[in-house]
């Protein structure tokens, strides 16, 4: 199933896509608020009996996507987590032994469509295509061998980044990853079940239609299974959490001048067998 959130006539809703149109399932489920209360009930296989008796409402076109999980209770990503790009960094250091990580607010995410945000502040505005891991079944101190278990579905984010902001902390980023709408995440949650090999996902960015970023889930450092074992370690992981799980080399900050992203750049996500987000750089208002 393809699971999102959406806005259409002045209502915000959540359903499934059929073709190129929307099942409106919030309607027909009100017990659930949203798709992460959904997930949290473990009702994916009612959604599904509810799908198949449904008609189709709205066009895609129809409609404004919002984040598929609405206000998740955590988005966690994962920074330098493709061999090649601990390469980039070109500062002859070893794959690292444990994930880096950091987190992201809901606010700082548009999305599928929607502008994402240039802020006056700074002019180092830049994209990451990152492939993001949907908590179905939550968890402590999870096994590796059963991680993936507890994955309700994948979607794709812009990890829009504010570069020179990254570095006014000594051992933080955070400023730089959470200015307001500065990325993007959607179009919209693909269930696990319907996923291809999860090894050989393909994640390529593009910037006005030139390809910037390539890369499978081949060369990822900490794999799915790890990342959620991992983090599983010290937090507990709950239905509708968000895991970004890094990005391949090519942002726009280690070409040589740098090629920020300006307004009116359209940035495109594309991920195989979830979609592809795309979103317009705007200036803040």
Same mark, same amino acid.
């Given at each position: 199933?393809?699971?999102?959130?959406?806005?259409?006539?002045?209502?915000?809703?959540?359903?499934?896509?059929?073709?190129? =149109?929307?099942?409106?399932?919030?309607?027909?489920?009100?017990?659930?608020?949203?798709?992460?209360?959904?997930?949290? =009930?473990?009702?994916?296989?009612?959604?599904?009996?509810?799908?198949?008796?449904?008609?189709?409402?709205?066009?895609?076109?129809?409609?404004?996507?919002?984040?598929?999980?609405?206000?998740?209770?955590?988005?966690?990503?994962?920074?330098?987590?493709? =061999?090649?790009?601990?390469?980039?960094?070109?500062?002859?250091?070893?794959?690292?032994?444990?994930?880096?990580?950091?987190?992201?607010t809901p606010s700082s995410l548009a999305g599928h469509g929607a502008p994402i945000i240039r802020p006056p502040e700074s002019e180092q505005f830049d994209y990451e295509g990152e492939i993001v891991l949907i908590i179905g079944r939550g968890g402590r101190r999870i096994?590796?061998?059963d991680a993936l278990q507890h994955i309700a579905g994948?979607?794709?984010?812009?990890?829009?980044?504010?570069?020179?902001?990254?570095?006014?902390g000594k051992f933080n980023v955070t400023q730089g990853k959470n200015f307001d709408r500065s990325g993007a995440i959607g179009p919209w949650m693909i269930t696990a079940d319907a996923m291809p090999d999860l090894g050989a996902l393909r994640v390529t960015t593009r910037v006005n239609g030139e390809?910037?970023?390539?890369?499978?889930?081949?060369s990822l450092i900490f794999g799915f299974d790890y990342l959620i074992s991992y983090l599983s370690t010290f937090t507990e992981l709950k239905p509708g959490d968000v895991i970004s799980t890094g990005t391949p080399t090519g942002a726009g900050?280690?070409?040589?001048?740098?090629?920020?992203?300006?307004?009116?750049?359209?940035?495109?996500?594309e991920v195989s067998g979830i979609g592809t987000l795309r979103n317009t750089v705007a200036d803040e208002a």
């Open positions: 199933m393809k699971l999102l959130t959406y806005r259409h006539g002045g209502r915000i809703s959540w359903g499934a896509v059929v073709d190129d =149109a929307v099942v409106d399932l919030g309607a027909r489920l009100p017990r659930f608020a949203g798709l992460r209360e959904a997930l949290s =009930a473990g009702a994916l296989p009612e959604l599904r009996q509810a799908l198949a008796s449904a008609s189709p409402g709205p066009k895609l076109a129809e409609i404004e996507f919002l984040a598929p999980i609405q206000n998740p209770e955590k988005i966690l990503c994962v920074g330098v987590n493709y =061999a090649n790009r601990n390469a980039e960094y070109a500062d002859n250091s070893d794959l690292p032994k444990y994930p880096s990580l950091f987190m992201r096994r590796r061998d994948f979607t794709i984010m812009n990890e829009g980044s504010v570069r020179d902001w990254l570095r006014h390809v910037r970023q390539d890369d499978t889930t081949a900050s280690f070409f040589k001048p740098p090629r920020w992203l300006r307004p009116g750049d359209v940035v495109e996500v």
